[in-house]
């Protein structure tokens, strides 16, 4: 039998149990011909259907090492190994090749990275892009969307059933063209962001002070930074009352007592936030500690609580608790 023949039956009989099989990875020659193969064929006796069988499973057995497969594959497996600039040009190279299916490298872009497309390219456009992407992905990208936008390409996905395939990979391939020619992020996060992170472990005086600045220049961004900011003064309201044990538990009780006792001002608030949400005993122990500690210096203070906030910023990264929402930063959005 021929590889082509032994290809189908395994398939064939893979696709009767009941398995999921990503034939869509194939290129696309390569899928015409198996389906091809499958339509000539009729019926294999139990003899031959259990030699394909034994061959396959030998074949499976003598792989030693696989590989992904495309350069998408290649890049993914990759990933933090290579520059930046490296994989971006692999990346404009595999678009441009006649084999590649662009709309694989489309899927695979950020959403924030495929809105343009959507707001400044035709409707129509649009409406080609969202009908080649997976549902959750095109909703997501939709309601991002103005509402009559929204609607106008919702209306023309409905017209895009007799578009020629062809026709189709060549819009993805232009797509892939522009989308690929952006400009490459030097840094992961928004400027609000690194902006926030610096602050969160400046002193107050400064941070403070460097906001007041930004008000004076762009109270726009200001007001971005600030929703970026966590610090030991929000924690009261950003933190929920069942993850402050946890909290507790990540610093040594060293530092808790002495941010507890260097507390001033809108600090309070969030000293008795803590001793609130505790075991009375472990409270009063906290106290009598912090009575004891005397005056803390700012510094020492300063240095304790940036202790405490990376640690939550350590359990928000590892998935352990969720940072609260504030009602000014919704009413922000």
Known sequence: MTGRQKAAIIVRLLLAQGSDLPLRGLPDHMQAALTEQI???RSVDRVTLRNVVDEFLASLDAVGLSFPGGIEGALHMLDGHISTSAASRLRRLAGASSKADPWDRIAALDPIRLMPVLEDESI???AVMLSKL?????????????????????YAVSQTSNIDPETVRQIG???VTQLEALPIRAFETNPEERVGAILNFSPAATRDNVLQGLDETDARFAKE?????FTFTDIHKRI???DIAKVIRGVDQSVLVTALAGAKGKDIPTVEFILSNMSQRMAGTLRDEMSELGNVSEKDSEAAAAEIVAAIRGFE???????????EDEGDG
């Open 39 to 41: 339509g000539t064929m």
């Open 124 to 126: 129509e456009v649009g």
């Open 134 to 154: 997976a549902v959750t992905r095109a909703a997501e990208l939709l309601g991002r969307l103005p509402g009559d936008r929204a609607r106008r390409i919702a």
């Open 173 to 175: 391939l232009a797509l």
């Open 225 to 229: 930074v600030r929703k970026a900011i």
């Open 240 to 242: 929920e009352t069942r």
């Open 317 to 327: 990264a590892a998935g352990e608790l969720v940072l609260r929402v504030t009602s």
